[in-house]
């Protein structure tokens, strides 16, 4: 006897955060036997199943092919039965998981003439894989505008080993081709939702770091859609639009993990006044709405959050000293703020981590739920101006 559902339930599972899967699921069970590229997709799923058995395990102790599959999940979930799409979210790490297991097996390091070897064997990799695709293409009947287009689509989410993080996302949003620039998109969100989920093994320091990259992409999606949809943004079930706000919640969720995990540490004493800081720092300064500099005279906590993007702006660039003289001021302001409270180190350390995640996720939050709201001065044309 079925039970009837009730709308209350349904508005439930329209905004329920995604739960990854934890275990390998077979080809059926992510594409339909019945779709003209089952047979293509089948064949990639045992391609890149082979590349994974030489992949290290996922520090929660998963098996690595899970991150994939997940990625095909989270692509359906949102809507997408686009076969293209689909087969790119499998592969979207399997020139950068070759390369890497290249490198570990010859010990080649990455800098100076490491990174130029390693760019070598990935335009290898990446020939062999488009020769290998084409062929299992003529002999099966697959349209080499299928190939072109998977191609295109991993071209752009393969980070090479010469550029930065940012470097190998402003090509997504750079690209000219409408559709294949927007099922990278859906790739990457469907990715990076994955990733946010998987991070309890990291240290405070890392699981900051994945989460404002995060942070960096959802930005420029939102950009992106602001530009493409206007005033229908949110206003419909789009594909895309589904996972921006899914990448959104599990971001929001890791930042809020990380407030917890602060709090363990026994800060709570002064979380209000952390929390106040901020409300001063949003209110005041329009702290929300751009990327601020650090006012060194300022001597009130809101000086906290000036500095937030900034810091992990510079490790994302690689500006080692900037990044760790950053961290310096900010761990002497509150050694100096908080003195009457004894804290240890750790204990300080875990009041940045907290104010860092707090003021985060509520620029997450802003950027789901207020239609016309961008962090100003943190998108990849704003980064990558001419000369910089």
Known sequence: MSTKISAEYEVFRDLEHWMPAKDIVSITDIMPEEDKLFGFFAYLYAQTKSIYAHVAVRKNG??????????????QRAGITDAITLCAGLMHDYIEEKVDIYRDSQNILEWGKGIKILDEYEERVFLELEQKLSEFAAKNGVSQRVIKDI???????????????????????????????????????ADRTHNILCIDN????????????????LNNVKLYLMKRRGKKLFTGNDATEKLFKKCGKATYDAFLFICYRSLDTGIDQVT?????????FVLEK????????VNQKEKHPLRLFQGVIRTYDARLHHHWREYESMKRQELKYCQRFFKDFKFTSPQIQAIIDYKDAYSIKEVIAYLMYQPEYTLERFNYKKLFRKGK
Not at 62 to 75: G, M, T
Not at 159 to 180: L, M, N, P, T
Not at 272 to 280: E, G, V
């Open 202 to 217: 990291f240290t405070e320091e890392q699981r900051l770091f994945q989460c404002f990259k995060n942070l960096f992409i």
């Open 286 to 293: 329009s702290g929300l709405w751009e990327v601020t500099r």
């Open 272 to 280: 209000s006044m952390i929390q106040l800081a901020f409300k001063k």
């Open 151 to 189: 191609l295109a689509i991993l071209t752009l989410l393969t980070r090479h080993k010469r550029d930065f993080y940012y470097q190998s996302i402003i090509g997504i949003f750079e690209c000219r081709d409408e559709k294949i620039r927007e099922r990278a998109i859906q790739v990457k969100l």
């Open 62 to 75: 998963e098996d690595p092919f899970v991150h994939p599959l997940n990625v095909v999940i989270n692509l």
